[in-house]
Antibody
Framework: QLQLQESGPGLVKPSETLSLTCTVSGGSISRSSYYWGWIRQPPGKGLEWIGSIYYSGSTYYNPSLKSRVTISEDTSKNQFSLKLSSVTAADTAVYYC??????????????WGQGTLVTVSS | AIRMTQSPSSFSASTGDRVTITCRASQDISSYLAWYQQKPGKAPKVLIYDASTLQSGVPSRFSGSGSGTDFTLTISSLQSEDFATYYCQQYYSYPYFGQGTKLEIK
């Protein structure tokens, strides 16, 4: 059974870079033609897609965040990562990683990791 | 961006009720729509994809319909475990979620 787990610092200072990793178990991110994505949810608010990466390494970002986002993969560790630069309090959110079924960046998300809360504060 | 608008934003219902949640797209998205259920402190869980395909393991009381710009999620007979927040998401273009509908116990 495929499982995803987010990890990283829970507190980041304003203007710094948020870095998170998603570790995938129960399947290989490099041996299957899936996309893998990041989604966030500010406290008490809705869901926002951040970006996705294909197993080949191609990336796709939300235009509203594109200038600050980098998603990469480490196939040797079966992980993919998110970096969000120049963070502000508005970036405080629960960050989720998830797989996109099928072989398109345009898909739904399943399964999801449990999520990790990142707070931006000095 | 193709924006999604859900209605209502919240409402109350009783167990056994039949409930319908609506999602409207700002432009035609064919059937590229998914529905999720989210409970407090948990990750969203997909219920429906391709507008009407039930995800494996999801109870048959959940159903989805619609195409183009107007979509509905129906729960035929509410159970206690169904009180949660529901989101729609289009994937005709880059993924975009509706603002959510919170379903509370009356």
């Amino acid at each position: 059974q495929l499982q995803l787990q987010e990890s990283g610092p829970g507190l980041v200072k304003p203007s710094e870079t948020l870095s998170l990793t998603c570790t995938v178990s129960g399947g290989s991110i490099s041996r299957s033609s899936y996309y893998w994505g990041w989604i966030r949810q500010p406290p008490g608010k809705g869901l926002e897609w951040i970006g996705s990466i294909y197993y080949s390494g191609s990336t796709y970002y939300n235009p509203s965040l594109k200038s600050r986002v980098t998603i990469s993969e480490d196939t040797s560790k079966n992980q993919f990562s998110l970096k969000l630069s120049s963070v502000t309090a508005a970036d405080t959110a629960v960050y989720y990683c998830a797989r996109l079924p099928g072989n398109s960046n345009y898909a739904w998300f399943d399964p999801w990791g449990q999520g990790t809360l990142v707070t931006v504060s000095s | 961006a193709i924006r999604m608008t859900q209605s209502p934003s919240s409402f109350s219902a009783s167990t056994g009720d039949r409930v319908t949640i609506t999602c409207r797209a700002s432009q035609d998205i064919s059937s590229y729509l998914a529905w999720y259920q989210q409970k407090p402190g948990k990750a969203p869980k997909v219920l429906i994809y391709d507008a009407s395909t039930l995800q494996s393991g999801v109870p048959s009381r959940f159903s989805g319909s619609g195409s183009g710009t107007d979509f509905t999620l129906t729960i035929s007979s509410l159970q206690s475990e169904d009180f949660a927040t529901y989101y729609c998401q289009q994937y005709y273009s880059y993924p975009y979620f509706g603002q959510g509908t919170k379903l509370e116990i009356k």
